[in-house]
């Protein structure tokens, strides 16, 4: 089974930057490589929502409200994601967690790993 710690989270002011980084341990049955990794982010009272993703061949999907202010990257020698956010807005604020889509499917919300502990980033007006 396929684990992942997220890191990096903080408060920052509005328009501040910040870099999360998403680590992952065990295996989805494939090498991290080729599997796609999504960041995602859960608000207080609301679901899970797809921030980013990036496919194993370096392919980027954004979501319209970060379009522009995040870049997703990734470092496969360390398995690892990163999410660098600049421009930090107060509705960025949330919890924000990796995992792997199961066939790539970003958005279908079926994943290979649970949860795990996520990282806090709250945005101040």
């Known amino acids: 089974q396929v684990h992942f710690v997220e890191s990096g989270g903080g408060l920052v002011q509005t328009g501040g930057s910040l870099r999360l980084s998403c680590v992952a341990s065990?295996?989805?049955?494939?090498?991290?490589?080729?599997?796609?990794i999504g960041w995602y982010r859960q608000a207080p009272g609301k679901q899970h929502e797809l921030v980013a993703g990036?496919?194993?061949?370096?392919?980027?999907t954004y979501e319209d409200f970060v379009k522009g202010r995040f870049t997703i990257s990734r470092d496969d020698a360390e398995n690892t994601v990163y999410l660098q956010m600049n421009s930090l807005k107060p509705e960025d604020t949330a919890v924000y967690y990796c995992?792997?889509?199961?066939?790539?499917?970003?958005?279908?919300?079926?994943?290979?790993?649970?949860w795990g502990q996520g990282t806090q980033v709250t945005v101040s007006s």
């Open positions: 065990g295996s989805t049955g494939s090498t991290f490589s080729s599997d796609t």
């Open positions: 995992n792997a889509p199961i066939a790539g499917a970003l958005r279908s919300m079926l994943f290979f790993g649970s």
């Open positions: 990036i496919s194993s061949g370096g392919a980027t």
